[in-house]
């Protein structure tokens, strides 16, 4: 599979301080705005969700969702299944478009941005990990995580050289000329996770990260991930229903009903 044929497949790509485990503990829960709450901050969030509607045929998915995130921090989107959450990331990452509300990433409306500079966006300053970890079967560990700066035209050599670095960083090194399929599932995911922090980018979207592993290797995928994060200042939102994956989030968003609600730690 050539680089531009292994595109349509990238591109849908929508601390160790650990929280205690016992999710809501310590946490204030509010009806005030992520908006409100920045605004009181200070600073501009970096991506900001308002008054977000999406409606698959009859079903409301969304009705009125507001979230902001800040640059760096990592926020947990919480609630049952069906309750919204991924809806929520892809609208979040301009995968969809909501049918009313607005999304705005670092100034600018992704609803207004025509589709090519948009999904320029989504492969330079944002980051993708999902359940499955969505690699490219035919393409080797060394390659997937190569794929993305390949796609943006950098040389076979440098980008394999900058892939290498990231596997060995996720304590993946010793598998980069495996293919998916000869790979734990522990191991694919710190794979994706290495393909989704290599180009740097400004925020990574998890939807169920850990989804598909047992507990001991969610941990470990868990806490590469935000360490990772912390150390090149990415902002992490991370979908989950689990309230120890969640644990490693500096705040969570409870979505119900297509509803959002803003929890923060005390
Ligand atoms: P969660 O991630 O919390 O499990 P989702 O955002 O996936 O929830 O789904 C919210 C609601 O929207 C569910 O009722 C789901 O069945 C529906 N939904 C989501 N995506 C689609 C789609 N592409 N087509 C039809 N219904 C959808």
Redesign the pocket.
């Known amino acids: 599979m050539s680089v531009s044929e292994s595109e349509g497949a990238f591109a849908v790509w929508t601390d160790e301080q650990r929280r205690p485990s016992t999710a809501g503990a310590g946490r204030r829960e509010d009806g005030e705005s992520a908006t409100e709450r920045s605004e009181q901050s200070g600073t501009a969030p970096l991506l900001n969700a308002t008054g977000i509607v999406k409606a698959?045929?009859p079903?409301k998915?969304?009705d009125g969702a507001n979230m902001a995130v800040h640059a760096g921090e990592v926020v947990a989107v919480m609630?049952?299944?069906?309750?919204?959450?991924?809806?929520?990331?892809?609208c979040l990452a301009g995968i969809i478009q909501p049918d009313a509300g607005t999304v705005m990433y670092d100034g600018r409306d992704l609803g207004a941005m025509p589709d090519q500079p948009r999904s320029t966006l989504r492969r330079t300053e944002f980051g993708f990990v999902f359940q499955f970890g969505q690699l490219v079967p035919e393409l080797t560990c060394v390659e997937n995580v190569a794929l993305p700066m390949r796609l943006g035209g950098m040389r076979r050599r440098e980008a394999e050289a900058k892939a290498r670095d990231w596997l060995g960083r996720l304590e993946v090194g010793d598998v980069a000329s495996k293919r998916p399929g000869e790979v734990s599932g522990g191991q694919g995911q710190r794979v994706a996770v290495a393909r989704a922090l290599v180009t740097g980018p400004k925020v990574i979207f998890a939807?169920e990260p850990t989804g598909a592993l047992d507990s001991l290797n969610g941990e470990h995928v868990m806490r590469m991930l935000t360490e990772a994060a912390k150390e090149t200042g990415a902002a992490v939102i991370l979908?989950t229903?689990e309230p120890r994956v969640a644990a490693y989030s500096d705040r969570e968003v409870i979505?119900r009903d297509?509803h959002t609600r803003q929890v923060e730690f005390a």
Do not use: Y
């Not at 609630?79 to 892809?90: D, I, R, V, Y």
């Open positions: 698959f045929g079903t998915a969304l609630g049952p299944s069906g309750s919204g959450k991924s809806t929520m990331l892809h939807d979908v229903h979505v297509g």
